[in-house]
């Protein structure tokens, strides 16, 4: 199919697929390459579209939300999904607007190319990238370098399968670097008797295809001026040698990397850049991580304020509002963040105190319970064919009675919701992770999870393990208090050796003992 005919050719097309009747597009064009321009067929919505607008390290200004809100009002069912790729997905269009959609992105800088299929998605960033005092360097130029490097250049749309992109300089581990493609986190080196920052390389992680894998270190390190050139070179090298003729599940980068070896990847990598690349310098990142959600001193002495968006549904009239905070408060800027959540950065120190009493703050808390705080979710059955069971709704309903019984000052704890195995909840990157299943009760079919735990990213990253196995849904307010009260068993679980892990599965019974 991608060698058939390049999925960016759409955009030449466009203006006459939205003439005929959607039933009339080629199927390749309908299902696969529509994606290449951000045009989602889905499947429980015939004739209803989704849209991906690509938000580069999760940067929006006010006058974009409002554009976004207008297109989603006007031309969609108002629904906004703000995703873990800190972008954002709009819904239920019909091809015949997408032209004017496009017309309405480009007039505010925006775009939705290569948001899906086996394209660079959205590359992710802190959130307050150039604004916290915990970060080495800033990273966001790298990120857009790169955008601008790989965006509507079709030497990167015939990829083997999609390419997930992180470049951070933040020192408390915000983003899940270690699940992507291509992971660059903050490193510190000395180059001719001074000290230089740039990043540390790692390669191949992955959340789906058979589970979470974190990165592997190449043993690279790269300064912010070439970070993003060495980036693509890292996808251009999986474009020539990343496996293509097996199963889709089997084609990620991480694959390749298994089968080559870190230091063969880094010797054809070197090849490619055509100069020795740098050993990897000393990594300065804490061990802690940070949500950025509260307030959070910037280095110029101003504050962001981080709103709690549990599992990141919103609508057309949610972004105006934003907008008109981002400009009275701050400097009309606006960031979203991996955990589906909203950052206004740029507020001075006097102005803090009435943002947060705005009620918009207390509908979206600066600060609200832990349960609620650290909830992430993917789409669920409401508009995703491929789930078995529904997200969002649960997972926000649960942390809702949940936030009612325990106490307010639990330690953190992040819970992230998929609903199949596909994981695009990242739940195996969470404290406690859900994955969506079905299970039969004295034979009724039930919507049930498998539970997983102790996830974590950062410098010692480790998948989650699987502790439960088809919990009914229905079980969980019994089920979770007992869980999260025992977190700190939990976030044991990632430092248990293979022989431990073999007896983790926890029987029921335990739980409620
Ligand atoms: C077999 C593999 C996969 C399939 C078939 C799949 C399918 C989908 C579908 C259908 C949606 C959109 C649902 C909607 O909004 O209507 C989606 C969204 C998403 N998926 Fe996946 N997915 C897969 C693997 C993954 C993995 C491994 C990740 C990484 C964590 C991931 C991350 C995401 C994200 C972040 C979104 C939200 C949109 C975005 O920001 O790009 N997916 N996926
Ligand atoms: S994890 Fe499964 S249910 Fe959730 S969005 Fe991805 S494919 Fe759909």
Redesign the pocket.
Known sequence: MKAGKDGLDLLQEIDRLAQIPWQEIPKADLESRLKWIGV?F?KRTPGYF?M?VRLTGGRATAAQFRALADIAERLGNGVV?I???Q?V?LRAFQVKDVPEIFEKLKGVDLNSLQ?GMDNI??VNTCPLAGLTRHELLDAFPVTQELTRIFLGNKEFTNLPRKC?VTITGCLENCTHAE?QDVCMTPAAREADGSPVSGFNLSVGG????GGMTAAVPLNVFVSPGDAARLAAEVILLFRDEGPRGETR?RVRLAFLVEAWGAATFRRALEDRWGKPLAEAGRDVRFSRHADHMGVTPQKDGRSAVGQCVPVGRVNDKHLREWARLAETYGTGQIRLTTGQNVVLPDVPKDKVTALLEEPFLQEFQPDPHPVQRGLVS??GTD??N?ALIETKGIAKTLAETLAKTLPPDLPPVTMYWSGCA???G?HQAADIGFQGIKASVDGKVVDAVHIFAGGHTGPDARPGEKIMELVPVDMLPEVLPALIKNLPMLKKIRRDTEAEKRVLMIPMEAVYE
């Open positions: 989602f889905r989704m991906r999904e995703t873990t790729r972008q997905e948001t998605r959205n997930n699940t992955k959340m789906g295809s599940a993917c789409i508009y995703c491929l596909a994981a695009c990242n």
